[in-house]
């Protein structure tokens, strides 16, 4: 069955750096989306990507969905102690998302 | 605008009994998906339901059921409860709409220990 994979597991920064989270899926996406779960928290939801090479911003955050459609990236600039938490990609058709295991950012001030 | 709500939050069961977990969609919403989170693991794809009736399911058993009332609440039954049940099991709703692309809105979950 489809696979979403996500790299790095876990990844440590210092306020300011930047972070980027890396995303697979084992077949063609129709969208990606992109959810936060901060520490004892729930997923929120972030953005969803469609288009074929389409790139995204919010703010210091900006998303990417791969020209072929598997894959999408996540970036960081400059952290914030406010972006601690899990980032987790997730793709699927209409019905079944399936998720990644999370990129668990934490950022030391 | 209430979000999606979830009940009981928290809850110890022991092995080899029933669970029920209930979940209210956010306002506007008719589709409620549930999913398992272990700790550690990403979510998980238990099944979908739209007018009332199981629409996708994802890898569990049939020990897992649900149901979808009419005012598009919906809960999620587990049986003969094992110790690998223990998770956060988070309610999502969504608006099906026409492009089918759901985006999901999460419950904060029922955290079930199965001792």
């Known amino acids: 069955g489809q696979q979403v994979m996500q790299i790095p597991q876990y990844q440590h920064v210092q306020e300011g750096e930047d972070f980027t989270t890396y995303c697979n899926s084992s077949?063609?996406?129709?969208?990606i989306q992109w959810y936060k779960q901060r520490p004892g928290g729930h997923p929120v939801f972030l953005i969803q990507?469609?288009?074929?090479?389409e790139v995204k911003k919010q703010k210091r955050l900006t998303f990417q969905f791969g020209e072929a459609k598997k894959n999408s990236s996540l970036h960081i600039t400059a952290t914030q102690t406010t972006d601690v938490g899990t980032y987790f990609c997730?793709?699927?058709?209409?019905?079944?998302?399936?998720f990644g295991q999370g990129t668990t950012l934490q950022v030391k001030p | 605008d209430a979000g999606v709500t979830q009940s009981p939050t928290h809850l110890i069961k022991t092995r080899g009994q029933q669970v029920t977990l209930r979940c209210s969609p956010k306002?506007?919403?008719?589709?409620v998906s549930w999913y398992q989170q272990a700790l550690g693991q990403g979510p998980q794809f238990i099944f979908q339901?739209?007018?009332?009736?199981?629409?996708q399911r994802g890898n569990f058993p049939d020990r897992f059921s649900g149901h979808q009332f009419p005012n598009y609440s919906s809960e999620l039954n587990v049986n003969a409860l094992l110790l690998g049940d223990s998770a956060l099991y988070l309610c999502?709703?969504?608006?099906?709409?026409?492009?089918?692309?759901?985006?999901?809105?999460f419950g904060a979950g029922s955290r079930l220990t199965v001792l």
């Open positions: 999502a709703s969504s608006f099906r709409g026409i492009s089918g692309a759901n985006v999901l809105t």
């Open positions: 990507l469609v288009k074929s090479g």
């Open positions: 077949t063609t996406l129709s969208n």
């Open positions: 339901y739209y007018e009332e009736e199981e629409r």
């Open positions: 306002s506007g919403h008719d589709t």
């Open positions: 997730a793709g699927g058709d209409t019905g079944k998302l399936i």
